[in-house]
């Protein structure tokens, strides 16, 4: 998997596996060796061609620390926009 646009709110994700939206996810957000566990929920998805293609989705976070938005404005700050890739 590999997210950008990643926020307080959610993220984009590109991922091999078809996922309908109101698939539950979990997973962690790795920011600079530090990692965040999350619950959160695909909320729009974009197939390519083919079944077995893969898709982008849009995930919103249903629960995640507290200090998260704080660590990704700070990590941000320090590493710039690039792309973060991540989940376990």
């Known amino acids: 998997m590999y997210t950008w646009d990643v926020s307080g709110r959610g993220f984009q994700a590109e991922m ?9 996810l979990e997973g962690t957000v790795n920011l600079g060796g ?10 729009w998805m974009r197939q390519h061609a083919g079944e077995r293609a893969r898709g982008r989705y ?3 976070f ?10 990704l404005a700070e990590y941000r700050r320090r ?3 690039r792309l973060v890739r991540w989940f376990r």
């Not at 249903?62 to 660590?71: C, Q």
Request: net charge positive.
């Open 16 to 24: 091999l596996q078809p996922v309908k939206p109101g698939t539950p």
């Open 58 to 60: 849009g995930v919103r």
């Open 62 to 71: 249903l629960s995640l620390p507290a200090d998260f938005p704080r660590r």
């Open 79 to 81: 590493q710039g926009r």
């Open 34 to 43: 530090t990692e965040f566990a999350f619950e959160g929920e695909v909320v």
